[in-house]
């Protein structure tokens, strides 16, 4: 079965410019959820959306990031405007709607804000 | 607020050597306690998934373990291979919260 695709890899803009990044997943799977890596930490959660309804939301910073998953399927995570400590690798992963189930992630957006 | 701490961010072993890694955490309680394992420009991969129930799971060469006393997982590659070299991280599921609180990961090398 295909993967999670996000798209584009790389991204490299100056700061207070906006930026958006789109996530395809599994087909079939309900929940979809966008995490923020740090250079040297783990995947921090920023959203979780369950078929298209925002479930947390707790740790997106809502003054300037923004998601949404139309017709429950993909999603965009869109950063306006950008700050320096918004580089980071932006993961997209999706699973079925399961307690404990696993979660497939995307190859992830690197961001760089200069 | 939640923590998760895993052993130091770097850990070195000899080839066929087994790697032992640790997660211990504070807080809440999980349900579910998951390992990962992520290579450079990539996206974490599930490798194994232990309920809060359970001491122990096996598969292949990887053996989790559970202390719920203790607050802590450890996650033992054995016979390891230099193409087990990568970051490992552990990641907690509360009771139906159905997402996950990642650690910081531990980055290990298996040396030839």
């Known amino acids: 079965e295909a993967g999670v695709a996000q798209s584009p890899r790389y991204k490299i803009i100056e700061k207070r410019q906006s930026v958006a990044f789109w996530c395809n997943p599994i087909?079939?799977?309900?929940?979809l959820y966008w995490y923020q890596q740090i250079l040297g930490q783990g995947p921090k959660l920023l959203i979780q959306f369950q078929n298209n309804g925002v479930v947390d939301d707790s740790q997106l910073p809502k003054d300037r990031f923004s998601a949404e998953r139309l017709k429950g399927v993909d999603s965009t995570l869109k950063i306006q405007p950008a700050k320096l400590e918004d580089s980071a690798v932006y993961l997209c992963a999706s699973s079925s709607n399961k307690a404990g189930g696993e979660q497939y992630f995307g190859p992830g957006t690197r961001l760089t804000v200069t | 607020s939640q923590k998760i701490e895993q052993n130091s961010e770097a850990l070195n072993i000899q080839e066929g050597k087994t790697a032992t890694l640790t997660c211990n955490y504070t807080n809440y309680s999980p349900a579910y306690l998951q390992w990962y394992r992520q290579d450079p420009g990539r996206g974490p991969v599930f490798l194994l998934l232990i309920r809060e129930n359970e001491k122990e799971k096996r598969k292949e060469r990887l053996k989790v373990t559970f202390d719920t006393t203790l607050k802590q997982s450890l996650f033992h590659i054995t016979a390891s291979q230099p193409a087990d070299s990568a970051t490992y991280l552990c990641a907690l599921e509360r009771t139906g919260a159905n997402n996950l609180f990642f650690g910081t990961g531990t980055r290990l090398t298996v040396i030839p």
């Open positions: 087909s079939g799977h309900a929940t």
